[in-house]
């Protein structure tokens, strides 16, 4: 039996990860899934660490599943706990230094973003909205839950804070990209894991929440992670 420690992305609670949650406990597993405190203006990453390690508390066996902005989170929380795996679900990559508001500009993520949109027929400057850039392959009722009732206000003090490790963490590290993902395009994400993890991603189908759209998928991914350890 494992622990997944579940780490949520920015302006969000940890309500998206309930499918898979669900998935992974009905396969005998226990799950920890805090909510960070991303709406504390006084709260930045060292905070957002210090939750997780203490939502993780006695648990062993742990696998680390980091996504969106969790990636700035989950290293940390590996740095600070023995962990078996850390995953990197569709996130950001962060380099030594490098706080999360630099992260966009020194990614590149700007240019490709825009690229990405040009092919699929995005005109530049169009504003797409979230269910169509983010919720795409998510169910329409459980994408109508998420964004009425779980979004967050997210304080900026994260943002301008270094990232403080001087190196990726001495854990085994995955990277599972989502390849119909509109708001971090699987070119981009390619790019930028093969540039700082040194190694490609692997891919799964789904939009930027596969925990959402793809539960049992994602489950059964992370499972043969874990086997394969």
Request: proline fraction near 10%; include cysteine; hydrophobic fraction near 40%.
């Amino acid at each position: 039996m494992a622990t997944y420690v579940l780490i949520h992305a920015a302006a969000v609670d940890s309500w998206y990860w309930g499918p898979l949650s669900a998935e992974l406990r009905s396969r005998g597993h226990d799950v920890v899934a805090p909510d960070l405190p991303c709406d504390d203006e006084s709260a930045g990453l060292a905070e957002y660490t210090d939750t997780v390690v203490e939502a993780i508390g006695a648990h062993t066996d742990l696998v680390v599943v980091a996504h969106s902005f969790g990636g700035f989170t989950g290293p940390l929380v590996c740095d600070r706990v023995p962990a078996d795996l850390l995953v990197m679900l569709q996130a950001q990559v962060p380099a030594p230094g490098e706080s999360p508001g630099q992260w966009w500009g020194n990614s590149g993520y700007g240019p490709a973003r825009v690229e990405a949109d040009r092919r699929r027929g995005v005109a530049d400057g169009v504003a797409e909205d979230t269910l169509s850039l983010v919720l795409h392959d998510t169910p329409a009722d459980v994408a109508a839950e998420f964004m009425a009732e779980h979004q967050r206000h997210q304080a900026p003090t994260p943002f301008g804070e270094p990232w403080p490790l001087d190196a990726w963490p001495d854990v085994p590290t995955t990277f599972l990209l989502s390849s119909g993902d509109r708001f971090f395009p699987p070119e981009f994400m390619r790019k930028m894991v093969a540039e700082r993890l040194g190694f490609q991603p692997d891919e799964m189908p789904g939009d930027h929440c596969p925990m959402l759209g793809r539960p049992e998928e994602l489950a059964d991914r992370l499972e043969a992670y874990r086997a394969g350890l």
